[in-house]
């Protein structure tokens, strides 16, 4: 044996805790998307979010989802504990917005934590206080039913972040951003959102996506409706229309939902442009606000922390759907009919690669 001491040691949990968080709490508005999307995977019909000074001081958000009782609050501080996967066999078909178990950890390693919670049906409910990473013991408090989890001081023991963040308008309008696509991904569900003592958001809940993109956008004339079923993969939403002979589509936000998840895939986009400079020489960047439905075994979204990307079992079949509902909504009359084939369902693992591109007709 070598009397060399060793060069390899282990982290600290502290250290490592704060490693990770790095891959999940990018800014603020990371940190507000990851708890408003547990608030809606617990069932919450309301939620409020309010921030100050861009989310660097204050964040806080509210909803009156189904609540925890002390031993799940207390679990739900741990690192890789979830609700939402129990097999392996699990990660070949989430249909959860969470999944990995990371989000509350990780935040609470960088910041004051408060999780304050009340299962529906309780008296009482439970407060937690975490500090830099420090637990304190669950103590029971009077409480609303739901959840309500406030992140104070964001990367207080991290200045090295922090000093990278921009400025507190700046991050305050990323927040922005982020509530507006997720208010727009759960039309049924009541958003506000606050900075300060500005409301920059309100929308009550709304049974109809068109109701839901008028209290986001107002009113969007240029937008034509685009719906499609084929071979299990469903398309629908809106795009911008063309304004007449010679004249492009109306630029705008590109929202785009796989599941219910907003995401950001090259195969849509290219499928987007495809279908575009098509019906015109102008494709711009064109408005559209595009939902799509497929079975959970056929998308692989464990593909990033941040949980933004997703991988298709068949991404030529994603863009053909996608490229001809946009070529009938864009045109007078419809593309003719193609027959669409999905592939058979095979074994779990991760999806085969595929480069987007029009099928052959």
Same mark, same amino acid.
């Given at each position: ?22 891959? !999940?709490?990018?800014? #603020? ?31 806080? @958000? ?47 390693? !960088? ?22 990473? !420090?637990?304190?013991? #669950? ?55 606050? %900075? ?52 492009? #589509? ?14 950001? =895939? ?10 575009? %400079? ?31 990307? @997703? ?16 070529? =009938? ?14 592939? #058979?369902?095979? *074994? ?6 595929? *480069? ?6």
């Amino acid at each position: 044996m070598s009397d060399r001491p060793s060069k390899i040691t282990r982290l600290s949990t502290e250290l490592a805790n704060q490693i990770a968080a790095g891959e !999940v709490v990018e800014r #603020p508005a990371s940190v507000v998307k990851e708890l408003v999307e547990n608030a809606i995977d617990a069932g919450a019909r309301r939620i409020a979010v309010a921030v100050e000074l861009g989310g660097k001081r204050l964040i806080r @958000v509210e909803d009156d989802g189904e609540g925890m009782t002390a031993e799940e609050a207390a679990l739900a501080l741990e690192r890789h504990a979830t609700s939402k996967i129990r097999r392996l066999e699990d990660l070949a078909a989430i249909s959860t917005l969470g999944f990995r178990g990371e989000a509350l950890p990780s935040i609470a390693s !960088v910041s004051n934590l408060l999780l304050r919670t009340r299962p529906r049906g309780a008296d009482r409910g439970v407060e937690i206080r975490v500090s830099a990473g !420090v637990t304190t013991a #669950p103590r029971e408090v009077g409480a609303s039913e739901g959840t309500t989890i406030e992140v104070i001081d964001l990367f207080c023991n991290v200045p090295a972040r922090r000093k990278f963040l921009k400025s507190d308008g700046a991050e305050t309008t990323q927040i922005s951003r982020l509530m507006t696509q997720l208010a727009l991904g759960y039309p049924e569900v009541g958003f506000t959102l606050a %900075s300060g003592s500005r409301r920059l958001l309100q929308c009550p809940s709304a049974t109809e996506l068109d109701e839901r993109l008028f209290q986001l956008y107002k009113s969007r004339d240029h937008l034509v409706e685009v719906q499609k079923t084929a071979a299990g993969v469903s398309v629908r939403g809106f795009a911008a229309g063309l304004a007449g002979q010679g004249h492009g #589509p109306v630029r705008g936000p590109q929202n785009l939902f796989v599941n219910g998840r907003a995401v950001k =895939d090259r195969t849509i986009a290219h499928a987007i442009t495809h279908a575009y %400079s098509a019906a015109t020489i102008k494709e711009r960047s064109p408005e559209v606000h595009l939902f799509f439905e497929l079975p959970p075994d056929r998308v692989d979204v464990n593909v990033h922390p941040a949980k933004a990307e @997703v991988r298709f079992l068949e991404p030529s079949l994603v863009h053909e759907v996608l490229r001809r509902a946009l070529g =009938d909504a864009l045109a007078d009359s419809p593309a003719p009919e193609v027959a669409l084939e999905a592939a #058979p369902t095979r *074994a779990p693992g991760p999806p085969a690669e595929a *480069a987007p591109g029009p099928w052959t007709q």
